[in-house]
Nanobody
Framework: QVHLVESGGGLVQAGGSLRLSCAAS????????MGWFRQAPGKEREFVSA????????YYADSVKGRFTISRDNAKITVYLQMTSLKPEDTAVYYC?????????????????WGQGTQVTVSS
């Protein structure tokens, strides 16, 4: 079992920045690829970014490429999502997720464990 807790969400103006954190506990975190997803009201959960178990490979949705950066600190058992140049369309609940496997995934069904989510609101 893996327990994930997100933090760092909030209200920010367009063009601003936020850093989300996801603290993990339980099953060996360092062997798990991790991902960030988001879900806006009335929309399906969508992939944002993923990072492999060592942090050597990352993957981004086209909509956030160049603006968001995913990273992980296995010693601190934490994954981060640095978000810059935020846009109103980035407004959503952001979820951290963990895989059973070490490689990248971009679909929700590839992830076994989920956090409770943190709200990000970008005002225009």
């Amino acid at each position: 079992q893996v327990h994930l807790v997100e933090s760092g969400g909030g209200l920010v103006q367009a063009g601003g920045s936020l850093r989300l954190s996801c603290a993990a506990s339980g099953r060996t975190f360092s062997n798990s690829a991790m991902g960030w997803f988001r879900q806006a009201p009335g929309k399906e959960r969508e992939f944002v970014s993923a990072i492999d178990w060592r942090g050597g490979s990352t993957y981004y949705a086209d909509s956030v490429k160049g603006r968001f950066t995913i990273s992980r600190d296995n010693a601190k058992i934490t994954v981060y999502l640095q978000m810059t140049s935020l846009k109103p369309e980035d407004t959503a609940v952001y979820y951290c997720a963990a895989r059973y496997y070490t490689g990248l995934g971009n679909r929700p069904d590839q992830y076994a464990y989920w956090g409770q989510g943190t709200q990000v609101t970008v005002s225009s």
